[in-house]
């Protein structure tokens, strides 16, 4: 298991920050979208997981939140 802790510092556009994981080298400068080996959260309360959206209502973060990410490797990886 591994857990990382995000303070959202700094949020110019609303809805073009995503906080999350990828398999491998990926180009980070890409539409999130268009790249299935990613699984996201947006900040406008979107998920994805592998290019599909899995929710939209969630809770949008904001400048100042803490944004914690959870990896399985063994439920990824195994």
């Known amino acids: 298991m591994h857990l990382w802790l995000i303070k959202v510092n700094n ?3 609303p809805d073009s920050i995503f906080i999350g994981v990828c398999r491998g080298c990926m180009p980070l400068d890409q539409d999130p979208q268009d790249l299935r080996d990613r699984t996201y959260y947006l900040s406008n309360g979107v998920i994805r997981v592998g290019g599909r959206r899995v929710a939209t209502n969630v809770a949008n973060f904001q400048k ?3 944004v914690g990410c959870v990896l399985d490797a063994d439920q990824v990886c195994g």
């Open 64 to 66: 100042g939140d803490t």
């Open 11 to 13: 949020l110019s556009e």
